[in-house]
């Protein structure tokens, strides 16, 4: 059997409306000033509200950095960072989607006492060492599976994103709350959601270190996303799928956080980038492109995934075949959670497809997960299929 590391965040804890203890957990971990980080969307809809008084009650001080923006930038990260270092906070709470648990890895690094590092220091893997501040993460999406990975994407000048991949941002324990996510608006839902089928799709066909610990976890994913994900976008109260579409996310980060994403994240980076297209989006724009461009290499692990997905068995027939019908299943599920499926109609002109390539090629540490080589006339070549 082929050698296989596999890590992940150290405690999980998953109960409908358990955030309001929120106060207590950073108590019992010996905390006593707590920075949370999340984003004005959040602090609009009063999701706060829930946790905020259970600190004072646990007589945890607590300060809120609330500017995250959707993809946020390096600024963004050092404006909460210098907000952790006033109020001297001993544990960092990620609070939101991806781009607020992002901020939060990111903060609980640099506005550690002790730390030497600076932001630009840490881009790349493995290039962040040395100790953190405790961080627990609280995901209010159910997506990017933020709180079991340990990365984190900041956007750096105008349009480029870039990755911090280090086993220092593996958070300390996840708190995964439903109850949070009963407001999500469908589309947030249905782009998340798609995200993290993205992770786990990505994850079983990952081309170096793909395992059976991240194959099981993949397919645990995606049959709870795949079964939840129209139900959680139609019926935004059902707590039942919203619990299974966040131990679905949750899953998937644990699969792809071992077993990488490749060329659907590497060729979604450019339009949230250029666009400001929402990541769950930007990769549900090219999935079924890269996917039919994977089929000659990957149709058996398509196949394998394919009833996992469609929640039957398929007609019997070659897995190249199984794949196509996986692919065109996905292309429907797009549609019928209503985003929007081609590049044009998310106001990308055509002649933006070949600085979007090259974009693209920049995004090596994802390309080279991906089953088969792209080049750059193939990312235009995906594209222009997905325009
Ligand atoms: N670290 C990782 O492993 C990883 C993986 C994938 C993506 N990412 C990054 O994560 C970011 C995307 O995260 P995301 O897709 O979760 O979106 P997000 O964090 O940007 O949030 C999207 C929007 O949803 C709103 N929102 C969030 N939760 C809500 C709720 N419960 N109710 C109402 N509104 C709510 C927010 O206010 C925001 O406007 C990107 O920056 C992406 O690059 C990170
Ligand atoms: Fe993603």
Redesign the pocket.
């Known amino acids: 059997m082929q050698a296989f590391t596999f890590t992940t965040t150290k405690t999980i804890l998953n109960e409908a409306g358990s955030a309001t203890r929120l106060g207590e957990l950073c108590k019992d971990q010996g905390a006593r000033s707590v920075l949370i980080v999340t ?4 602090r609009k ?1 009063g ?1 706060l509200d829930k946790v905020l008084p259970g600190f004072a009650s646990a007589g945890v001080k607590v300060a809120v950095f609330d500017e995250t923006e ?3 930038s390096d600024v963004t990260v050092l404006k909460a960072v210098d907000l952790g270092k006033a109020h001297k906070v001993d544990l960092v709470v990620g609070f ?7 901020v939060a890895k990111l903060v609980a690094f640099l506005a550690a006492p002790k730390c030497s590092q600076s932001l630009p220091d840490m881009y790349g893997v493995n290039n962040a060492k040395g100790a953190r501040l405790p961080l627990i993460q609280v995901p ?2 159910a ?4 709180e079991v ?1 340990p ?3 900041v956007t750096t000048g105008a349009t480029t ?1 870039s990755g911090v991949v280090s086993s220092i941002l593996q958070p300390d324990i996840a708190l995964l709350d439903a109850e ?2 009963l ?3 469908p589309q ?1 839902t249905a ?2 959601g798609i ?1 993290a089928m993205v992770h786990a799709i990505e994850a079983y066909t990952s081309r170096h270190k793909k395992n059976p610990v991240s194959d099981m976890l993949a397919r645990e994913a995606l049959k709870l996303l795949s079964a939840n994900i129209i139900t959680a976008v139609k019926e935004g109260g059902h707590v039942e799928a919203r619990s299974k579409m966040l131990l679905g996310a949750l899953l998937a ?1 644990q699969a792809f956080a071992n077993a990488p994403v490749a060329a659907v994240h590497a060729l979604a980076y450019p339009l ?1 980038g250029h666009f400001h297209i ?3 989006l930007s990769n549900s724009l090219v999935l079924p492109h890269v996917m039919r461009f994977n089929a000659p290499n990957a149709a058996r692990e398509y196949a394998e995934l394919a009833p996992i997905i469609m929640g039957r068995e398929c007609k019997p027939g070659t897995a190249a075949k199984q794949a196509e019908h996986l692919i065109d299943w996905i292309e429907d599920l797009v549609m019928e959670v209503e985003l929007p499926a081609r590049l044009r109609d998310c106001k990308v002109p055509e002649n933006f497809l070949g600085k979007l390539a090259a974009d693209a090629m920049l995004q090596q540490r994802l390309l080279v997960n991906n089953p088969r080589d792209v080049t750059e006339k193939d990312a235009l070549d995906i594209y222009r299929a997905a325009f």
């Open positions: 984003d004005p969307g959040i809809v999701l959707a993809d946020p939101g989607g991806g781009s607020s648990m992002d209010t999406t997506g990017t599976g933020s990975t990365i984190a994407i994103k949070l996510t407001g999500l608006p947030v782009a998340t995200d980060g949230g929402p990541h769950g």
